[in-house]
């Protein structure tokens, strides 16, 4: 018998279908500033790979915020995943964003 999982919304249409393999959240970086650099290793089992996303938890009074995705490269390697400040001039100002990364 198949398994997995599937979400759908009031309407009924699907909205998710993870049918080979389920996500686990590894870690959570927070930004509140901009920084250089950084790195987190994650353990990874046989076939699997890490995922991220970020996401803003500015609140609606939060001004002059610097946004995380353009100032960084990303990189993903084997079981790191690290970044890396595009514009040096940048470090220390204000950004409010979740590095959210894990295995699937």
């Given at each position: 018998?198949?398994?997995?999982?599937?979400?759908?919304?009031?309407?009924?249409?699907?909205?998710?279908s993870?049918?080979?393999?389920?996500?686990?959240?590894?870690?959570?970086?927070?930004?509140?500033?901009?920084?250089?650099?950084?790195?987190?290793?994650?353990?990874?089992s046989?076939d699997?790979?890490?995922?991220?996303?970020?996401?803003?938890?500015?609140?609606?009074?939060?001004?002059?915020?610097?946004?995380?995705?353009?100032n960084?490269?990303?990189v993903?390697e084997?079981?790191?995943?690290?970044?890396?400040?595009?514009?040096?001039?940048?470090v220390?100002?204000?950004?409010?964003?979740?590095l959210?990364?894990?295995?699937?």
């Open positions: 018998m198949p398994a997995g999982l599937q979400v759908f919304n009031k309407k009924g249409v699907q909205i998710v993870l049918t080979d393999r389920l996500t686990k959240v590894s870690g959570v970086k927070r930004f509140d500033v901009i920084e250089e650099s950084g790195s987190a290793t994650v353990e990874l046989k699997q790979h890490i995922w991220y996303y970020l996401n803003s938890y500015a609140g609606d009074n939060d001004d002059h915020l610097y946004e995380f995705g353009p960084y490269n990303i993903v084997g079981g790191k995943i690290s970044w890396n400040l595009k514009a040096p001039n940048n220390n100002k204000p950004c409010k964003v979740a959210i990364y894990g295995v699937m």
